[in-house]
């Protein structure tokens, strides 16, 4: 099973992506193949086909890559076969030679083995004379700007959607996890279930590197895209309300765990218990309230209305026996009150 997942993605590509690496690929074939005769347009196909990728920033790397190492195999190999010839075991020694040269320049792993690939198929397909070597050449930049024209021409690809998506599951997830730990505040609890209530709670970082992530691959995505303009301000406001939720993540959890560490049945008499647990569920509230969400909501566990819960830090004036406990909740929610009324900045 462990070998099926890893030959598998956690999710399909776009449609759409195959059907743009398969319209390069073609063209490049049809277009290479009119203008060099005689050989069949391997190098071109195949620069398409790597080029199309899903941002054009990568696109544009990936021709790079491509053609640098294209430019490297095709020297290599027709120099070793000017030097010794056609031989069988030329192309051994050729693909030792252009893996070495490339780990002596500190290539990347993808223009390395494109060196050694390169010489490889020089050597297969034809006689590596000066001449079929900078056709090759030619014909690989030609396949690769193909393939950047494709991907600009077909729907160039804008990842925010899917940021948009991540940045809700975290809000979600944040705010189900504060509800979470007023109700434990107000009901009694087991070790077993203040212990699933921590697990709980950690289950939250998961979601906030998740949105990272998305939010990454959408800034990637605008990156040289000529749709992107209208999409940063967009973006930024994603980060931005990522960078608000990022030290609340950080404080749920302390608070979570103090309450997991410190908790007793008799602080459900604590006069201040109560009021934290509602200001917990307000601070969801107002989590909630600040996603800007593309599918619809659930259903929430508190205050549905569309006006900010939060407006003044909570103060306790009498001591309490629990004072440690109850006093790092309330400098915790004193921090998630600061974080969700001042505005948000992006980095």
Known sequence: MSMTASLRAPRRAPLLQVAKSAVATAAAWLIAGFLFHGVPPVFAAIAALLV?????????TRAIERSVGVIAGVLIASALSLL?????????????????????????????????????LVLALGTATPSYAFDRVLETLIGALIGIVVNVAIVPPVA????????????????????????ALTTPQSAAELAQL???ARAVRPELEAAEAAIAA???????????????????ALEALLERFRPIVTQMIGMTRACSERY?????????????????????????LQLTRVEPAPAEASLPDDTAALTTPLAIARPSTHWILIGSLLEDLRRIHATLTEPATAR
């Not at 199309?52 to 544009?60: E, I, K, Y």
């Not at 002596?104 to 993808?110: K, N, S, V």
């Not at 959408?218 to 930024?236: F, I, V, Y």
């Not at 008499?269 to 569920?281: D, G, N, T, W, Y």
């Open 84 to 120: 010794l010839g056609s031989a069988t075991w030329v192309i051994l020694v050729t693909t030792f030679v252009s893996l070495l040269l490339a780990w002596a320049l500190r290539m990347t792993p993808g223009t390395a083995n494109q060196v050694a690939i390169s010489a490889i």
């Open 264 to 288: 007793d049945p008799s602080i459900l008499a604590e006069p201040a218990v109560p009021a934290i647990a509602e200001q917990l569920r307000r601070a969801a509230h107002d989590v909630r």
């Open 52 to 60: 199309v990728q899903p941002s054009l920033n990568q696109s544009l």
């Open 198 to 200: 921590l697990d709980d």
């Open 160 to 183: 925010v959607a899917p940021a948009h998506r991540a940045v809700d599951e975290l809000g979600d997830a944040l705010a189900d996890a504060l509800d979470r730990l007023a109700d």
């Open 218 to 236: 959408g800034a990637e995505s605008l990156t040289l895209n000529p749709r992107g303009r209208r999409h940063r301000d967009e973006l930024d």
